[in-house]
Structure formats: structure tokens, C-alpha cells
């Protein structure tokens, strides 16, 4: 059978089994073990094993339940009510000050905790109800929070960010910095369409400042600046060359839990048995999606159908922009069904010597595709933040909070086009710190 042929059938077959409801790294194995039984033989079975375990076998994946157990240990304190009130305390006098609060709180969260959902769910439960009770309108309130929960995959340090690098063999610490202007970017962008919506519905108090005394601010601040000190510690010592992520991430983790146990006393072992359990689950979950995908990509080379795939469009005669603008649609539609993980390990071994000979920077391709997965965190029919704001505020209806957030996500499209036209949003920090990428 003709490679290209071959791999539209593996394409309809992975499909069709991820539908069937088997968790994603299962059913990469399914699909592997089937096709590689039936066009290899039943020998080529026997490699599986050493494929699965030998996808493990990376120093740098250390890193990812480290980060996890970071995230885990601040999600499960008051750390975003704290930082959420912090920020509102200290810009009560910007105009619109309380949605700036949230979309910032989302930006530092995000930071410190790497998950969507979690700063979804931490600044949701505080930013939601006092937006509402101000007047701020629905779509406002909800899409906001649900956008600004999506940077948790794009802000370092990002789990999405280093499984990217570990999929396509990239430096993890470039990919760290190329994400921080582009989310400062998105960031900024979120806050002016969510400030012009409000004063677009014509109801210019829900702007006017509130009012807090310099005590007030200054309470607050010894229960947010550790957290903060934390992350910027991390990213000192990864690009400082005093450690390499992995032990970075270590050292954050353990840090963080001495925190959260002596700022919010977190002594109760039922709660650490929970920030340790949940951290295993998912880190587990992301460890076995690693591995089935290192199965994954081996069938489809061994079939020759990447190696295919990457001559066929190398020799379409398109402009890259073209190109670029399809595997954007791609991306698109499989972060709509797929989580952000499964996407780019299923993607990166057939998109990257695509990217590469078209002449794209794979790290700046990193941050597009990653803005393509945030994209589908607030896109139906998955679209995991609509539903976790939808937990928090029950009474906001589900096609509310999608209305309120569709404009974020034009947002993210122009952020899309800016760093088309303007690489250097992603790529200048990177070569300012570590110098010229390869």
C-alpha cells in the first residue's frame, strides 16, 4: 500500500478509536500494535516493550512531576484567592482595575502553577462573583477568566512546553523564554478587549476605583511575594547555569510545599496525601502518553509514513505561508478534540521536518502551536475551561460563557499573526540569554 494512502488510514483508524472513549495513550498502542502486527508481522511486536520503557529513559521528563507537584501544592492553597486580592488592592485605581486584576492574576498563577483548569478554578471562584456583583457583564466575567486560564500551558515554566521539547529534542529553557513576551502579549490583548467590552455596554461605574488604605495593600503581600520569589528563583537558576530544569523543578517543588504547609498551614497529611496522590495521577497520565506516543511515532516510521508525508508537502509547490496556514487549521481542529499533550506528540514527529525545511524556527513554531492549544481549551466541543467555569458560576449558562470567550480567541489569532509578522516577540529573549539559536 502506498505510504500516503496508508497514512490516511492510520489518521481515520487513530480517530476512530480516540473516539471510541479508551484514554488517549491507550489507544495510541491500540492503533500502533494493530498496523505494525499487520504490515511488519507479528515480530515487530516485540520491540514495543523496549520502545515504550526506552521513551522513558530521559533525564529531562524528571522535570515534569516536579513542575506538577509545584503547581499542585499552590492550586491547593488560598495562593490565587491571595494573589487575586493582592492585585485587585493594588490596581483599584485603574480604570477597569478588577478585570486587569483577574487577567493578571491568571498571568502570575498561571506561572506558578502550569495548569489551566487549576487557575481557571483558583482565580474563577474569587474574580467571577465580585465582577458580577460590580456589574461587570457575564461574558465579561466568565470569558475573561476562562481566556486568562489558558495561559497556564504558554507562561514558564510550562508542562506543554517541555514535553514539546522533549518530543522534538529542543532546549527546554529557549522554549521557556520564548513563551514569556508572546504571553505578556496575550495578556495585554485580553485586558483591552475585556476593558472596551465593559465600557461598551454602557455602564461606566462597573470601572470607577475602589478604595483600599497602603495598610490594606501591604497586609496582604507576605502571603503572595514567596510564591513569586519561587518562580523567579527557578528560572534564575535554570538560566543563571547554576542547575539544569529537572533539578530546578525539584528544588521548586519542595519549596513550594514548605510554603503552602508554614504560610497556610498546610500540616493536615490528608491534604499533602491529596497534592501528592493528584500530582502521581496526572503525572502518570502524561508519562504514559510520552511513551505510547515513542510507540506511535515509531510505527509511523517504520511504515515510512512520515518520511513520506514530510517529502509529499516539501514538494508542493505552495508558499509557506500557506503552509503554515494549513498546519495552523490542523492544529486547530485537533486541540478542539484533543489535550494540548496528545497534540504535539502525535503531531511534532510529522510536523517538525516540515516546519524545518520550510525554514520556521521550531521554537518560535512551539509558541504557534502552543496558542492554537490554548485556543482549544475555550473551543467546543471539549473545551475544558468552559466547563470548569461553568462548575464555578452554574447559574452563568454554557453558551454565555462561550459568547464571552469566542472574542479571546480572536484575540489569541491576532496574537498569531503578530508573531507571524513579528517572530521576534518569541524568538529575541531566548537569543538574548542563551544567544543565537541553531
Not at 493578571?104 to 487549576?118: E, H, K, N, R, Y
Not at 507576605?222 to 547554576?242: D, E, K, Q, T
Not at 486547530?332 to 484533543?338: D, I, K, N, P
Request: include cysteine.
Amino acid at each position: 500500500m502506498d505510504p500516503l494512502v496508508l497514512g490516511a488510514v492510520v489518521a481515520v483508524a487513530t480517530i476512530l478509536v480516540l473516539f471510541s472513549g479508551v484514554s488517549v495513550a491507550l489507544g495510541l498502542l491500540i492503533v500502533s500494535a494493530g498496523f505494525l502486527m499487520v504490515f511488519d508481522g507479528m515480530r515487530s511486536l516485540e520491540l514495543m516493550p523496549e520502545i515504550l520503557f526506552g521513551k522513558l529513559d530521559n533525564f529531562a521528563l524528571l522535570s515534569i512531576p516536579m513542575f506538577i507537584i509545584m503547581g499542585a501544592s499552590i492550586a491547593s492553597t488560598r495562593a490565587g484567592a491571595d494573589l487575586y486580592e493582592a492585585l485587585e488592592r493594588w490596581l483599584t485605581r485603574v480604570p477597569g482595575g478588577l478585570v486587569v486584576s483577574n487577567l493578571g492574576a491568571c498571568a502570575l498563577f498561571a506561572a506558578m502553577s502550569g495548569s489551566s483548569p487549576a487557575t481557571c478554578a483558583a482565580i474563577g471562584k474569587m474574580g467571577i462573583p465580585e465582577m458580577r456583583k460590580r456589574g461587570y457583564p457575564d461574558g465579561v466575567a466568565a470569558g475573561s477568566i476562562a481566556a486568562g486560564g489558558t495561559l497556564g500551558i504558554l507562561i514558564p515554566p510550562s508542562v506543554t512546553m517541555i514535553v514539546y521539547g522533549i518530543a522534538t529534542e529542543t532546549s527546554i529553557g529557549r522554549l521557556f523564554l520564548a513563551g514569556v513576551f508572546p504571553g505578556l502579549l496575550l495578556v495585554g490583548l485580553f485586558m483591552l478587549w475585556s476593558l472596551y467590552s465593559t465600557w461598551r455596554s454602557g455602564d461606566a461605574s462597573v470601572l470607577s476605583a475602589g478604595s483600599y488604605t497602603w495598610g490594606e495593600r501591604f497586609e496582604i503581600l507576605p502571603r503572595v511575594v514567596p510564591f513569586l520569589v519561587i518562580i523567579v528563583g527557578v528560572l534564575y537558576a535554570m538560566y543563571g547555569g547554576i542547575a539544569t530544569p529537572s533539578e530546578t523543578a525539584a528544588v521548586g517543588a519542595l519549596l513550594c510545599l514548605l510554603i503552602a504547609m508554614v504560610i497556610y498551614r498546610l500540616w493536615n497529611p490528608r491534604d499533602l496525601w491529596v497534592v501528592l496522590r493528584d500530582s502521581t495521577r496526572e503525572s502518570v497520565m502524561i508519562l504514559f502518553i510520552i511513551a505510547a506516543a515513542g510507540v506511535f511515532s515509531y510505527m509511523l516510521s517504520s511504515l515510512y509514513i512520515t518520511q513520506s508525508i514530510a517529502g509529499w508537502i516539501g514538494e508542493l509547490e505552495v508558499n509557506r505561508w500557506v503552509l503554515m496556514g494549513a498546519i495552523n487549521v490542523f492544529l486547530l481542529v485537533a486541540g478542539f478534540f484533543l489535550p494540548p499533550v496528545a497534540v504535539i506528540l502525535m503531531a511534532a514527529p510529522i510536523l517538525l521536518p516540515i516546519i524545518t525545511t520550510a525554514g520556521f524556527d521550531p521554537i518560535w513554531f512551539a509558541v504557534i502551536l502552543t496558542i492554537n492549544m490554548e485556543i482549544g481549551l475555550i473551543s467546543p466541543p471539549v473545551g475544558l475551561n468552559l466547563y470548569v467555569i461553568n462548575g464555578i458560576a452554574p447559574d452563568i449558562s454554557l453558551r454565555t460563557i462561550l459568547m464571552g470567550s469566542l472574542p479571546f480567541v480572536l484575540c489569541m489569532v491576532v496574537a498569531i499573526v503578530l508573531l507571524s509578522i513579528f517572530p521576534g516577540i518569541a524568538l529575541w529573549l531566548p537569543n538574548l540569554v542563551m544567544g543565537p539559536g541553531m
